[in-house]
């Protein structure tokens, strides 16, 4: 098999644009697209060119004669999805959006949020000469959750900011970055100043479990965990409960088993990684030895995917075991299960960091006098409704697993923005192909909802500019009716020198250290950076597909 799409593919399509012979799928438009875990290349098809993988804005993939140990499974898992889906009734080719015809400078969009979701918008934007594009971000730093959110054991997936880089280098593209929508300006402003605005604002929050003790100190969201270990300058000062020899993650979706990896990786490997310096310290000194992940459905109904299960096989000097395999689930029912087998089969090694992936095992409560001490447990059993769904089913007797460190990690949830509808119970704002209103528009999770990958931004973001690009024509924005307003509080707006200025720093640190950069954490080091980096070329590694 020539080329091998493998763990880090980020599902943004561009892989499927640049094949010249239709052999990577789903694609855009195709059963199965933003919802399959990865891309897959058709072995029978590919003719070993190379094209995709200079697309590829995270290098996933690979000739398989170039494959790791650790990678070989990907060959059989390429191979496989198209015995289950089959080429020859697929679409024959991804269509590219046509180019629209726009008056240099006559049609002005505002997005909030810096985000993948809001980075794609962009670029869809600027694919029509004429736009220009305003991306505002709360943060003194864009990228959202490519920068604050993939785990830094997983640096071929942060590639992906090269291509943000080269979005954010197109005419027409500027920043406000450090600028808050409902703080520093508003809605209405933002409307009065453009002629429409795109809200990308992401999942903020977490969703929480509803049990007693969810609050004592101990006890904290996957997401603010995740926030913390990348620097994140809303959570760089945290202090997780560390000093426990177990802890507990609730939930096993793609999230759980980052902060498992966290937790159990050897932090002298870490240290080679752009790991906030100061999570870094803290897990040198670090007292766990096991991350058990609780699931309350079985095997089958994991939420993590195969792509992240084989890499977490694949870890060295970690134990990683299966416990709470239902008796009639067959072990090769799917690839995951398959995989799972394996895990169980292991023989566990005397002194190693260990995973344990627990399935069948609901949360009851959380035990401690103002600090966990403990969680509470109960096996479950699968239940199937009517509808088909299967429901997790508390059985037996609670019992008790010593701990000092619990994190939530069972899903993202969305904030309402100020200004647009909201639907409480999806969690995400009304629209139709992302079109709120003529002139408001939404992509990304607050669009969709959490999920996805990477990439799936980019369609959806793409979905959203043909509506918003459509009401354009049609006479449906009103122009633009001031110029920017300066913020309430007096400070200035960070642009896109200003971004390149704090990039250059962190790569800049990073270089000395040997890593690929070190992070300003708090807001007045981003600053300084800003003002004081020494300015320079740019270098940007893939061309945008076109």
Known sequence: MPYVV?????????????????????????????????????????VDCGACTTACPVDALKPHTA???????????????????PHSDRTPMYVVPRQRAIPAGQLSVAIVGAGPAGLFAADALLRHPGVRVTVL????????????GVAPDHQDTKQVAELFRTIESQPGFNYRLGVEVGTHVTHADLLREHHAVLYA???????????????LRGSASATDFVAWYNGHP??????????????VVIGNGNVALDVARILTADPDA?????????????????????????????????????PELLALSALKDVDVSVEGWPDDLAADATEKTRLLSRLAARTPVEGRRRIVLRFLTSPVRLIGDGTVRALEITDTALHTDEDGTVRAVPTGDPRTLETGLVLRSVGYRARPVPGLPFDEVTATVPHE??????????????????????????????????????????????????????????SDDLGLDAWRAIDRAERAAGDAQGRPRVKFTDTESLHRAARTASSGPLQVRHPLPR
């Open 433 to 490: 192909r992302g079109r709120v209103e003529p002139g408001v528009y939404v992509a990304g999770w607050i669009k969709r909802g959490p999920t996805g990958f990477i990439g799936t931004n980019k369609t959806c973001a793409h979905e959203t500019v043909e509506s918003l690009l459509d009401d354009f024509a049609a006479g449906r924005l009103t122009p633009p009716a001031r110029d920017v307003r300066r913020r309430t509080d007096g």
């Open 6 to 46: 493998t763990r880090s593919c980020c599902a943004d399509a561009s892989c499927v644009l640049a094949c010249p012979v239709n052999c990577i799928h789903p694609a855009p438009g195709e059963p199965g697209f933003g919802t399959a875990e990865m891309l897959y290349v058709d072995p029978r098809t590919c």
């Open 201 to 215: 604002v992401g999942a903020a929050t977490d969703k929480r479990l509803g049990i007693e003790g969810e609050d």
């Open 234 to 247: 809303d959570h760089a000062d945290d202090a997780p409960a560390l000093d426990t020899a177990r802890a």
């Open 270 to 306: 870490l240290a080679r990684t752009d790991i906030s310096d100061r999570a870094l310290a803290a897990l040198r000194g670090s007292k766990v030895r096991e991350v058990v992940l609780l699931g309350r459905r079985g095997p089958a109904q994991a939420a993590f995917t195969v």
């Open 137 to 148: 971000d709360r943060l003194p730093t864009p990228y959202g959750l490519a920068r604050a």
């Open 67 to 85: 494959l790791g140990e650790a990678e070989l499974p990907f060959i059989e898992l390429n191979a496989s999805y198209y015995k289950e889906n």
